[in-house]
């Protein structure tokens, strides 16, 4: 099993950014294809981004591509989400995800953080 665990949180107005990181202990980090996922108060658990073993591929919902960027530093067993152009919208609790498979990671992930807060004010 890999442990995760991120930050990177917080309040911010419409327009701003932030990034999030998340630090993977336990299991080889390397071997892990990770993802990102969001949860807006009342609403479900959503995929927001994932990268792949290898950071050869990269995945994105469409409420975020163009703003949002996943990456990872296999020397520091972290994964980020710079997340630019803020909206209101993106309100939510961010949640670091993994999975030895790119194609599971965005649906079933067998590994999760507890979850950092994002909250950007309009």
């Known amino acids: 099993q890999v442990q995760l665990v991120e930050s990177g949180g917080g309040l911010v107005q419409a327009g701003g950014s932030l990034r999030l990181s998340c630090v993977a202990s336990?299991?080889?980090?390397?071997?892990?294809?990770m993802g990102w996922f969001r949860q807006a108060p009342g609403k479900e658990r959503v995929f927001v981004a994932a990268i792949s073993e290898n950071s050869g591929s990269s995945y994105y919902a469409d409420s975020v591509k163009g703003r949002f960027t996943v990456s990872r530093d296999v020397a520091k067993n972290t994964v980020y989400l710079q997340m630019n152009s803020l909206k209101f919208e993106d309100t939510a609790v961010y949640y670091c995800a993994a999975h030895r498979f790119i194609s599971a990671v965005r649906t079933a992930p067998s590994n999760w953080g507890q979850g950092t807060q994002v909250t950007v004010s309009s």
């Open positions: 336990g299991r080889t980090f390397s071997g892990y294809a």
